[in-house]
C-alpha cells in the first residue's frame, strides 16, 4: 500500500506565496511522474505540474512562471512552490503518483492524495 500525503496549504493574501509538499510512502519501487492538479469549487480537476523522475517537467500554460514543480527522488517527495497567487488560484490542490511501481510484484498503480485546501483572500 502507498499513501500520499500533502502539506503546506493554507489562507493567504493576493500576491503571497506557498509551498506545498506531498511525500510518497509505502511500499515503492519507482514512482515515474509525480504532479499536482487543482479542483476549485463547481469546476474540474486540471492539471497545475507534473515532473517526471528524470526532472522533465510540464505546466498548465496559465500557471507558467508563477508556479514551480520540484522533486526529491530519493525522497519520494515533490513539491510545489506558488508565488503571485491569485484568488482565482483558490481550490484543493492533489497530488499524483502515476505509475507507483510496488517493490515486490513490479505492478504499476496511480495514486492520488487527500488534497490540501489553498485559499486566496484578502
Known amino acids: 500500500q502507498v499513501q500520499l500525503v500533502e502539506s503546506g496549504g493554507g489562507l493567504v493574501q493576493p500576491g503571497g506565496s506557498l509551498r506545498l509538499s506531498c511525500a510518497a510512502s509505502g511500499s515503492i519501487f519507482s514512482i515515474y511522474t509525480m504532479g499536482w492538479y487543482r479542483q476549485a469549487p463547481g469546476k474540474q480537476r486540471e492539471l497545475v505540474a507534473t515532473i517526471t523522475s528524470g526532472g522533465s517537467t510540464n505546466y498548465a500554460d496559465s500557471l507558467k512562471g508563477r508556479f514551480t514543480i520540484s522533486r526529491d527522488n530519493a525522497k519520494n517527495t515533490v513539491y510545489l512552490q506558488m508565488n503571485s497567487l491569485k484568488p482565482e488560484d483558490t481550490a484543493v490542490y492533489y497530488c499524483?503518483?502515476?505509475?507507483?511501481?510496488?517493490?515486490?510484484?513490479?505492478?504499476?498503480?496511480?495514486?492520488w492524495g487527500q488534497g490540501t485546501q489553498v485559499t486566496v483572500s484578502s
Open positions: 499524483n503518483a502515476d505509475p507507483v511501481v510496488a517493490v515486490h510484484t513490479k505492478n504499476e498503480y496511480v495514486y
